[in-house]
């Protein structure tokens, strides 16, 4: 099982996603165009989208009725990316060049704030207020997740709970959104639509953990940007507060962490101290345990079809490698 296949039952909604998207950013002023471009073909999961589209198709929808949230779901969240990519200064994503590294940040941002401002011109126009309460409450949450991110970096002192709370705001909470808001298009129950909203989020926060065990675990080539990322930037995950709690060289690794500017020999050592405790084991248990909560929340009144496909979510998220 892989991306390509796991949605192949909103395959053609997903071709149709992407058609929405390059005509959606179009623009007439040409360095917009060209990094709004970039930015969709660049590809990616697709994933907040594609959940959204499965959530919202629990009862029949016509196509028109669903793709201007679609869009906007993944305009957002290529915002997100740019400004992200701007914040961490990163010169790759998916293995190719950031907008920031083959233009510059000043393009950069506004273009995102570009993207930002087309995804709600399109939901004003195409939604009611208390889906779009809902994306907007969202918008806040992953901008105070961005904050407690830049607070807590080269902090070694942060709990569990703290970063928990952090890639809730940062990465959960968006996905819940996304299939919170595929149960309203759809017109399901309250209770129907509050658990695609559980199940959402349990899928985010291991998706996630995931994301942060990778960075530790995969080379670049797979992740498509520099391994040991996380830790090179003092942001402390699940792996690097296990470690800074359980390993017997701790002290050595709070202080790479403290150290703002780590050398790449540093941040070997760092990730070698992870490696050596069961860090990768406690957090990959941690995402088992989110995996099975998500599994066991999803509504048994979604289709048949569409509820093995959000099954296959779960299974893809617990073994993805990238």
């Not at 969709?40 to 959204?52: E, I, N, T």
């Not at 869009?71 to 994503?93: C, G, K, P, Q, Y």
């Not at 990730?271 to 248990?285: F, M, N, R």
Request: proline share 3%; charged share 25%.
């Amino acid at each position: 099982m892989n991306k390509n296949t796991m949605f192949n039952i909103i395959e053609s909604d997903l071709t149709r996603l992407e058609a929405e998207l390059l005509s959606v950013i179009h623009s007439p002023v040409e360095l917009i165009k060209n990094i709004s471009d970039h930015l969709v073909q660049a590809g990616g999961k697709r994933l907040r989208p594609a959940l959204y589209l499965v959530c919202a198709r629990s009862k029949s929808v016509n196509e028109a009725q669903i793709m201007p949230m679609a869009a906007a779901i993944e305009l957002i969240h290529m915002a997100t990316l740019v400004h992200d990519d701007v914040i961490d200064n990163a010169s790759t994503r998916r293995g190719k060049p950031t907008a920031n590294a083959r233009w510059d940040n000043h393009a950069s941002v506004l273009t995102g704030d570009f993207l930002l401002a087309k995804a709600f011109s399109i939901v004003a126009t195409n939604v009611n207020n208390n889906m779009l309460k809902v994306l907007t409450d969202v918008m806040c949450s992953m901008c105070e997740g961005e904050i407690l991110q830049d607070q807590d970096t080269f902090d070694p002192d942060q709990s569990e709970d703290q970063y928990l709370i952090r890639i809730a705001k940062k990465t959960a909470d968006f996905i819940a959104a996304s299939c919170e808001l595929g149960g309203m298009s759809a017109d399901l129950s309250q209770a129907e639509v509050e658990a695609l909203k559980k199940f959402g989020y349990s899928i985010g926060m291991a998706f996630q953990i995931t994301d942060d065990i990778l960075d530790i675990t995969a080379s670049s080539e797979q992740i498509g940007k520099p391994a040991g990322n996380d830790l090179r930037q003092g942001i402390v995950t699940l792996p690097v507060i296990y470690a800074l709690k359980n390993s017997e060289r701790k002290s050595e690794l709070r202080e790479i962490i403290l150290n703002r500017v780590p050398t790449e020999a540093a941040v070997k050592v760092g990730l070698k101290i992870v490696h050596d405790t069961a860090a990768v084991e406690y957090s990959y248990q941690r995402v088992a345990d989110y995996l099975c909560e998500a599994r066991s929340v999803l509504p048994q009144s979604i289709p048949s079809g569409l509820r093995e496909c959000l099954l296959e979510v779960a299974d893809f998220v617990g073994l993805r490698k990238y």
